[in-house]
């Protein structure tokens, strides 16, 4: 990502352009120095770093402790404070609220019902690819505060309108802020064909990534 040193270890999701779309949402935010900024999922604390280049006082979780320690790792290459917490999404920060939430959990539809293992853990979301964007969904209305604001990241395979309407269920008011679209990578294109018996791929191979932007009212 310009501008940022990143050291990323085997199994810890690298930044690509789903990253880049969220930063640039990000800057869009104007975060106020000592805004609260939390980031679900950090991967490699990119993100985490970024906001705290941009002022927030910012806390990182993920449930992968080689991302843990890639996100610290990260913070201190890039000369920022990020304090990083292990644990599976809100649970490490159960009764705080935050200004912004930030989150690029993993959304690819996965070959089968079976929970993700090794590497595949960075972006593999269940047979709709919908298994953790729901939690996060459900979850972040419980963290934001009033006029607090989600960033989410996901691609159109995973659902945008089921992701909206989720959240406009749980009292959020949401929108689609970035988009962007590009050729199916390696892990799209060896699972083109259950894509297509799954009605989640047509005979398209692009993908489209887009950022939802959802307020607490």
């Given at each position: 990502?310009?501008?940022?040193?990143?050291?990323?270890?085997?199994?810890?999701?690298?930044?690509?352009?789903?990253?880049?779309?969220?930063?640039?949402?990000l800057?869009?935010?104007?975060?106020?120095?000592?805004?609260?900024?939390?980031?679900?999922?950090?991967?490699?604390?990119?993100?985490?770093?970024?906001?705290?280049?941009?002022?927030?006082?910012?806390?990182?979780?993920?449930?992968?402790?080689?991302?843990?320690?890639?996100?610290?790792?990260?913070?201190?290459?890039?000369?920022?404070?990020?304090?990083?917490?292990?644990?599976?999404?809100?649970?490490?920060?159960?009764?705080?609220?935050?200004?912004?939430?930030?989150a690029?959990?993993?959304?690819?539809?996965?070959?089968?019902?079976s929970?993700?293992?090794?590497?595949?853990?960075?972006?593999?979301?269940?047979?709709?690819?919908?298994?953790?964007?729901?939690?996060?969904?459900?979850?972040?209305?419980?963290?934001?505060?009033?006029?607090?604001?989600?960033?989410?990241?996901?691609?159109?395979?995973?659902?945008?309108?089921?992701?909206?309407?989720?959240?406009?269920?749980?009292?959020?008011?949401a929108?689609?802020?970035?988009?962007?679209?590009?050729?199916?990578?390696?892990?799209?294109?060896?699972?083109?064909?259950?894509?297509?018996?799954?009605?989640?791929?047509?005979?398209?191979?692009?993908?489209?990534?887009?950022?939802?932007?959802?307020?607490?009212?």
């Open positions: 990502m310009p501008g940022l040193r990143c050291w990323v270890p085997r199994g810890v999701y690298r930044p690509q352009t789903d990253s880049q779309l969220l930063r640039r949402a800057h869009r935010e104007r975060i106020a120095h000592g805004s609260d900024v939390l980031d679900l999922g950090t991967g490699s604390g990119v993100l985490a770093v970024e906001a705290a280049r941009l002022g927030g006082r910012v806390v990182a979780v993920d449930i992968s402790w080689r991302a843990v320690l890639a996100a610290r790792c990260n913070a201190l290459l890039n000369g920022q404070s990020v304090r990083v917490r292990h644990g599976d999404l809100t649970s490490p920060v159960r009764g705080r609220r935050f200004d912004l939430v930030v690029n959990p993993p959304y690819v539809p996965a070959p089968g019902d929970p993700p293992r090794g590497v595949a853990r960075a972006w593999d979301a269940g047979r709709d690819g919908r298994l953790l964007v729901d939690r996060v969904c459900d979850a972040v209305p419980h963290v934001l505060r009033s006029a607090g604001t989600l960033l989410l990241v996901h691609s159109h395979l995973c659902g945008v309108d089921r992701t909206l309407e989720r959240l406009a269920g749980a009292g959020l008011r929108d689609v802020v970035e988009r962007a679209r590009l050729p199916f990578g390696p892990v799209l294109r060896s699972r083109l064909g259950r894509l297509r018996e799954r009605g989640l791929a047509t005979g398209d191979t692009v993908e489209e990534l887009v950022v939802i932007r959802a307020e607490h009212p």
